[in-house]
């Protein structure tokens, strides 16, 4: 259970930066804003990824 905790940080990382640096709550709009940011941003990573395998 641990490890799954530590995996979920990360993956939330991104989105709770964001919304730390703009001042939004992921509880006041049930974290649409931080699964917007996490979503471009494990997105982008995963496009680079798939460039530089290819």
Do not use: H, Y
Not at 1 to 18: D, E, H, S, V
């Amino acid at each position: 259970m641990t490890i799954l905790k530590f995996l979920l940080n990360i993956a939330i990382w991104p989105g709770n930066r964001f919304c730390e640096s703009v001042g939004a709550s992921p509880q006041d709009d049930s974290g649409m804003l931080r699964g917007f940011v996490n979503s471009i941003v494990w997105g982008a990573v995963a496009a680079i990824t798939m460039i530089n395998l290819l």
